[in-house]
C-alpha cells in the first residue's frame, strides 16, 4: 500500500510563476490535508479537503493561494505569481473518512519549493 | 487558540544517554497530543499519540504521557541510540474524528546523537 505520494519533490520557480503541488493520499482515504514548513518552524496548517469541498481553509493566505481536491485524480496545491516568500516545504497528509480507529494522519514527503 | 511549545534544540546527546524533549500545550477543547518524528529529506512520521488524560504513548523505546494537570506531554526514552537523530515535532488536534488530520505543531527540537 503505497503511502501519500507527493510530486515534484523539488521545485525551482522565479518570481512571478505559478507553482503547482501535487498530492495522491494513501489507497482508501478521502481527506487531505496541506501544512507549510517555513526555514526554522514547524508545520502551519494550510487547508483542509474532502473530495470536492473544501472543509477548513482557515490557515491559507488569502491571495494567490488556492487548493483543489478533485473527484478524479490528486489534491493540487496552487500558488499563483510566487514571491521569494513562498519558498518553503509544503507537505500534504490524509487520512481515512469517519470511523473506529481514525486517529492517525499519514505525512508525505514534501515538496520543496524554492523561489529565485 | 491552540498552540504548543517545545524545547528549544538543538540537542546533542551521547549513544546510551536518557532523551527528554519537553512539551507543553494550550488548547480550546479536549486534544488528542502527537509526537511526530521527521528524518532528513523525509516526511513526518507518527512516533506516538495519546488521546486522553493520563494515557501514555509509546512506541521504539520512546514514551510520552499525556498529563491534563501540567498541560505537558514530554518525549522521553532511555537511551537513544544514533539512529534517532532527527526533528521531533509535538503536536495536537482538537475535535477528533477526521480532525486529527488538522493539527497545530511545535517548533521542532532538532536532536542529534554522536556514537
Same mark, same amino acid.
Given at each position: ?26 489507497? *482508501?482515504? $478521502?481527506?487531505? @490535508?496541506?501544512?507549510?514548513?517555513? #526555514?526554522?518552524? =514547524? !508545520? ?40 521569494? *516568500?513562498? $519558498?518553503?516545504? @509544503?507537505?500534504?497528509?490524509?487520512? #481515512?473518512?469517519? =470511523? !473506529? ?16 | ?115
Amino acid at each position: 500500500n503505497a503511502g501519500v505520494m507527493q510530486n515534484p519533490r523539488h521545485l525551482v520557480r522565479r518570481r512571478g510563476q505559478e507553482a503547482r503541488l501535487r498530492c495522491s493520499p494513501m489507497k *482508501g482515504h $478521502s481527506h487531505v @490535508y496541506w501544512y507549510r514548513q517555513l #526555514p526554522e518552524e =514547524g !508545520l502551519k496548517f494550510m487547508v483542509y479537503l474532502q473530495k470536492e469541498n473544501i472543509i477548513d481553509e482557515s490557515g491559507m493566505p488569502k491571495e494567490r493561494f488556492s487548493a483543489e481536491f478533485p473527484k478524479e485524480g490528486p489534491s493540487i496545491l496552487r500558488i499563483q505569481q510566487v514571491v521569494r *516568500g513562498d $519558498s518553503a516545504a @509544503y507537505f500534504c497528509a490524509s487520512s #481515512p473518512g469517519q =470511523g !473506529l480507529g481514525n486517529t492517525e494522519a499519514f505525512f508525505g514527503q514534501g515538496t520543496r519549493l524554492t523561489v529565485v | 487558540g491552540n498552540s504548543v511549545t517545545q524545547m528549544e534544540g538543538p540537542v546533542t546527546l551521547s549513544e546510551e544517554a536518557f532523551l527528554t524533549i519537553n512539551c507543553t500545550y494550550t488548547a480550546t477543547g479536549y486534544p488528542s497530543l502527537f509526537w511526530y518524528v521527521q528524518y532528513p529529506g523525509e516526511g513526518l512520521q507518527l512516533l506516538l499519540k495519546a488521546t486522553k488524560a493520563d494515557d501514555k504513548g509509546s512506541n521504539k523505546g520512546f514514551e510520552a504521557t499525556y498529563r491534563k494537570e501540567t498541560t505537558s506531554f514530554h518525549l522521553e526514552k532511555g537511551s537513544v541510540q544514533v539512529s534517532d537523530s532527527a526533528v521531533y515535532f509535538c503536536a495536537l488536534s482538537v475535535g477528533g474524528g477526521t480532525s486529527y488530520g488538522k493539527l497545530t505543531f511545535g517548533q521542532g527540537t532538532i536532536l542529534t546523537v554522536h556514537p
